[in-house]
């Protein structure tokens, strides 16, 4: 999910001798991987109230701010550094919309999908764009996700966290570990146990579960 | 790489879930890499974990697959999207919302007033997130400022099209009534009523079409009719950007409805979708009016593509014994699934009804027997087969005439064994037959088709070889029976012309006379045929070569344009 690093370092090079273009190159090729990171992780009904891309442009003008020290002094890979602030926005965001969001929500809500045969296109879209799958399995793997995505829900938040880092921002155990500032062992067993708590909840979803 | 002695040296002092988490994290940083993983080997390597590394390694490769789908998908799944439901009345720039009207997928309706022009309109807002970037936006507005300059009595005209504090909006007259889906749902209509309403929204497509713009996602939930019963054609345009560009999976484009939208649209395999897409849409939406169903029903929007793509809809007056003949025709040439059959523009669809509606004579009724034959010559869905068989087939024909010849030479040359021409035919097609598959394997997977084709081939070289024995114990004089060669081709041809394109039958044909000539004149008996065979192999496997050849200019022309975006 995150862009290739290789090219990131060249651009912090490029940054070091002062290019103004390879700094904006650099935030701009962040951008996606951040919206997606923050989507996954902003409470549903703040992300009725709050533009997901408004939260990124302000991470993107922290980091600016700040990129001068990262550049003197940064030990973090970049990315990390970036989901660093990400992570402290989204706790403010939770922080500011939570009182106000008991309060107001309820009068927003989202536009459901509606049923009906002139919607049932959403889907078979889904199904058309790969080109890889043919629909059948474009449709088992829909069914999957649904899953997948359910027991993720039912996870408590560091296994879910750590999931989604590892399998969705396919990040390493070593930059899990360090952007959740543990060792990189305690951040295998924390994997560890967040994939038998999946696997648990996987298993009572489908087949009533396993012995 | 040397790292799975990493589990062992911990296994002495380490507990088995400390092994067991580090031997996962391992596998899935490899498996980030790139490397193919094999689980057997590490359940042999760890046999007092192998059961549960095995069970916690297939979960870790489900979401893995799920996560890297999730991040293929460019924007967020249609069911997470928001959008933000205004407080009634609110101001909105130049507009007063003052009632919800509907919902779609691109986003909501309101009736509104526009302040300045003291005017009632309807306005609608564009989900947040239904564009991708700024690059599609614009694409989007500019699509839709096309679609405002029509004017037509029988379209709803777009008056503006603009964004007013983050949201996208278009303003359209505001049409009091509902629409041709809500009316649907009471039942069918008569034919007469059917008609005059398809007859107009016709006529509005039609100029729609010569302004270059297709609509491409009529349906009746597109359709409103206002209160004096006249029909409007909404968003239109705007369907345009989704069939242009159909997004990765789990992405929330509507494409169109499937129940109503034409075989090329479906498949987007040969052809794009144009003007002949929307008369097919016309037809459908008729067909739902006459009937009160959609042409296509099936439980799964996948079973209705195919339904779309490969059957004929249940005849109208099946459904509903009122409709007359002529209104059966008018619908069924509108939902011929290859274009051609169609009406060839909306106008001509158009006169038609109105030549229904006064009790003329139509012309869907026209060339009904030219149809039927240009049906039987069609090339079937599955002719794309062809396109990978192009250049085999030209070799195929070189291959074919040469040892015809051949034969015929040794023939003159009189020579009587049997066993050299035995040979020549079973291990020479023999092994060009290898050969052939091999070729064609290389190319890519076969597909079933090819091998229900592969197999009336091998049926047909087994039946030549056993020639060679039945002259023999007939007494026959070697290659007396020849001229059953081309029997045998012509019945492959049937075949493939069944399977693949009519046009085989034309080449079956010519096979079948030839068999006539090669018994009148054995002498020159096999050139004849090879010539014959050659040629049919030669002139299809050309087109079909020459076929893909365009497709893959094509094909680098798209990958250019998108590589230049």
Request: aromatic content about 8%; some cysteine.
């Amino acid at each position: 999910m995150w862009p290739e690093q290789f090219k990131t370092q060249e651009l912090l090079d490029q940054a070091r001798q002062g290019q103004e273009t390879a700094v904006n190159y650099l935030m701009d090729r962040h951008r996606n991987a951040l919206k997606r990171m923050i989507q996954m992780r902003l409470d549903r009904k703040i992300q009725q109230r709050v533009d997901v891309s408004d939260i990124v442009q302000d991470v993107l003008i922290e980091a600016n701010r700040r990129l001068k020290s990262y550049l003197e002094e940064g030990t973090m890979p970049f990315h990390l550094w970036l989901r660093h602030i990400a992570r402290d926005r989204i706790i403010d965001a939770h922080r500011r919309h939570r009182a106000s969001a008991k309060r107001s929500v309820d009068r927003e809500y989202s536009l459901a999908v509606p049923s009906g045969q002139d919607h049932s296109s959403i889907h078979l879209a889904a199904q058309l764009g790969d080109h890889e799958l043919t629909p059948a399995a474009a449709a088992l793997r829909k069914e999957l996700a649904v899953h997948v995505e359910n027991a993720l829900t039912k996870l408590d938040e560091s296994d879910c966290e750590v999931i989604v880092m590892r399998h969705y921002e396919q990040l390493t155990n070593q930059e899990v570990a360090s952007a959740l500032g543990l060792t990189e062992p305690a951040a295998s067993m924390r994997y560890l146990r967040a994939i038998r708590r999946l696997r648990v909840i996987l298993g009572e979803d489908t087949n009533g579960g396993e012995s | 790489m040397n790292v799975k002695p990493t589990g062992q040296q911990l296994s002495d002092f380490t507990s088995d879930d400390e092994r067991l988490a580090s031997i996962l994290s391992e596998l899935a940083d490899r498996h980030q890499r790139g490397e193919q993983i094999r689980i057997g080997e590490y359940c042999q390597q760890y046999p007092d974990l192998a059961v549960e590394l095995r069970r916690l390694w297939a979960t870790a490769m489900i979401t893995q697959a799920v996560g890297v789908d999730q991040e293929s998908s460019e924007a967020a799944p249609s069911s997470k999207q928001r959008i933000t439901r205004f407080e009634l009345p609110f101001d909105f720039g130049d507009f007063r919302l003052e009632q919800e009207l509907g919902r779609g997928g691109m986003g909501i309706v309101y009736r509104a007033k526009q302040l300045s022009l003291d005017r009632e309109v309807a306005v609608k807002m564009i989900l947040k997130g239904q564009f991708a970037d700024e690059f599609e936006r614009k694409r989007f507005r500019s699509e839709a400022e096309a679609a405002a300059k029509i004017s037509h009595p029988n379209i709803v005209n777009i008056t503006e099209v603009g964004e007013l504090q983050g949201h996208d909006y278009f303003c359209m007259a505001y049409i009091r009534g509902g629409t041709l889906a809500d009316r649907l749902n009471q039942g069918p209509m008569t034919s007469r009523e059917s008609a005059r309403i398809v007859a107009d929204i016709a006529r509005a497509i039609a100029v729609a079409h010569q302004a270059g713009i297709t609509h491409r996602d009529l349906k009746p939930s597109n359709i409103l009719i206002g209160t004096s019963g006249t029909p409007y054609v909404a968003d239109f345009g705007l369907a345009k950007k989704h069939t242009q560009s159909i997004p990765d999976s789990g992405s929330h484009s509507v494409v169109g409805t499937p129940a109503y939208m034409a075989p090329e649209q479906v498949s987007r395999e040969k052809m794009e979708s144009g003007p002949l897409s929307d008369i097919y849409s016309l037809g459908a939406m008729l067909y739902h009016m006459l009937t009160g169903r959609s042409p296509f029903q099936a439980a799964s929007p996948i079973e209705l593509m195919m339904m779309v793509l490969n059957e004929d809809p249940v005849p109208v007056r099946v459904l509903n014994r009122n409709v007359d003949r002529d209104m059966e025709m008018i619908v069924m040439r509108c939902l011929q699934k290859p274009t051609d059959l169609r009406y060839q523009s909306a106008d001509e669809l158009a006169d038609d009804l109105n030549a229904y509606l006064l009790g003329e004579p139509i012309r869907a009724r026209d060339g009904r027997f030219s149809q039927v034959i240009a049906n039987l010559f069609r090339e079937t869905h599955h002719a794309s087969v062809l396109v990978s068989w192009g250049l085999l087939w030209m070799w195929h024909s070189l291959i074919l005439l040469m040892a015809c010849i051949f034969t015929n030479v040794l023939q003159w040359q009189q020579v009587e064994n049997r066993w050299t021409y035995w040979i020549i035919w079973s291990f020479g097609f023999g092994t060009w037959a290898v050969v052939f598959w091999w070729l064609r394997r290389r190319m890519g997977p076969v597909t079933f088709v090819e091998r229900q084709i592969a197999h009336t081939w091998a049926g047909s070289m087994a039946a030549i070889i056993l020639l060679f024995p039945l002259e023999w114990i007939l007494g026959l004089p070697v290659l007396s029976l020849s001229p059953v060669l081309a029997l045998v081709s012509a019945q492959t041809f049937i075949v493939k012309a069944g399977i693949l394109s009519g046009q085989f039958y034309v080449h079956a044909a010519l096979l079948l006379v030839t068999a006539f000539f090669m018994a009148l004149f054995p002498h020159v008996g096999l050139t004849l045929f090879g010539v014959v065979v050659s040629a049919c192999f030669f002139v299809t496997g050309l087109k079909y070569h020459w076929l893909r050849l365009k497709m893959d200019v094509k094909e680098e022309l798209a990958r250019d344009e998108r590589a230049s975006i």
